[in-house]
């Protein structure tokens, strides 16, 4: 069986993640939107703010300088990509969409969709039906969307009824600029060679999934490979097994990692120097804490549910990657009002550098200020680390 030193590991997983790719010379375009997908397999998409949209952040960590604009052009023109539940709600390649059916067909109603198909007979059907003569549509373009009922999840009967259609696959969706949910029919969205392909048993589509998994990864567990497209986990392990038997996959042994742990065939070890990346908390790298603490040695929650007096590093806290490690984090806020990024907290981790980790945390928070619009960066009033 193959080892791997904890460092080894740390360089497969960012070069399958395509940290060690430079960046574009020039203009970014969608070839290199199309390169990120086949790096990382899919954008986590996440309804928080206060810096930026989840899912333009991974982007500008593995390609610099873009317009966000022709992200969403890409994600909603192009026809290459589709909203669906992966890891979490994300946009995923449309090739994808033959793996994901048996997943739409095993949704089942949860408690307010089964409140509302006994409470409001003939209702969901209706709001299918305006979508099939109206749409595309959000959730307000409803004749009869309901009201709230409360913050947060407390959706509307419009709302229930399109995410119940949404997550059984009988309806799709797709992003505007400022992020609200548009509906529509698949057959007016997906190409039909995926929409029409014959679903995918289970077994098959696991298979597919979790080779997927372990070339965005490189290397992983069982939990991790199962976790990246969010798989069931017990029934994850004997494909995987066999996987590993059939040489889809290889086993290897990770300094420090309980096994059986999995690599892609094809897993390299890159050489050259990675990128320096502001990693969003729902990054592919970082999205599975654990997971994190056991390549990088990096303690890691968010902390968005905390209560303040309670929160230890701040709000939104981006972990920094530098020289192919977590060195750092930094509590990031955009002041949009006043065109200011706001550095409200920066923390060195233990043993690192401080100086040289805050000089270059520094070129790369006005990178990403100037990504962002934004004219200026006011200093860290937190924190051990100065930029």
């Not at 959730?139 to 969307?145: E, K, S």
């Amino acid at each position: 069986m193959r080892k791997l030193t904890q460092e080894q590991a740390r360089r497969a997983a960012l070069g399958a993640q395509g940290f060690y790719r430079p960046g574009p010379p020039g203009r970014v375009d969608r070839r290199h939107f199309r390169r990120v997908f086949n790096d990382i397999g899919l954008l986590q998409l996440d309804s928080v703010n206060v810096l930026e949209r989840s899912h333009f952040l991974p982007v500008f960590a593995r390609l610099g300088d873009y317009a966000k604009a022709d992200l969403n052009s890409y994600t909603v023109d192009s026809g290459e990509v589709f909203e669906y539940w992966g890891h979490e709600a994300s946009l995923l390649p449309v090739e994808l969409y033959p793996y994901l059916r048996h997943r739409m067909a095993a949704h089942r109603p949860w408690r307010r969709v089964q409140a509302l198909l006994d409470e409001h007979p003939g209702y969901v059907e209706t709001v299918y039906e305006e979508l099939v003569e109206r749409g595309p549509l959000t959730v307000g373009d409803l004749a009869d969307p309901g009201s709230r009922k409360g913050n947060w999840w407390g959706w509307g009967n419009g709302k229930v009824a399109l995410e119940w259609l949404f997550g059984s696959g009988r309806i799709t969706a797709y992003r505007t600029a400022n992020f609200a949910r548009v509906y529509d029919l698949p057959e007016r969205v997906i190409a039909p060679e995926h929409l029409e392909a014959e679903p995918l048993p289970q077994p098959d589509a696991y298979r597919h999934l979790l080779a997927l998994a372990a070339r965005h990864h490189a290397v992983g567990t069982a939990a991790d490979l199962a976790d990246y497209y969010r798989l069931h986990l017990p029934t994850a392990r004997p494909v995987l097994d066999a996987m590993a038997g059939r040489g889809e996959l290889i086993e290897v042994d990770v300094a420090g990692w309980k096994g059986p742990v999995y690599a892609d065939p094809e897993m390299s070890l890159p050489r050259r120097e990675p990128r320096s990346a502001l990693l969003s908390p729902f990054d592919p790298v970082v999205w599975a804490r654990d997971r994190a603490e056991r390549l990088f040695d990096f303690h890691y929650r968010i902390e968005i549910y905390v209560p303040e007096p309670k929160r230890v590093y701040g709000y939104y806290v981006l972990p920094y990657l530098l020289d192919g490690e977590l060195v750092a984090r930094v509590d990031l806020k955009a002041d949009r009002q006043e065109g200011l990024l706001r550095v409200q907290g920066a923390y060195s981790e233990d043993g690192r550098d401080k100086k040289r980790v805050g000089r270059a945390l520094r070129h790369d928070l006005e990178a990403l200020a100037g990504w962002l619009g934004m004219s200026g960066i006011v200093k860290p009033g937190k924190g051990n680390l100065a930029i």
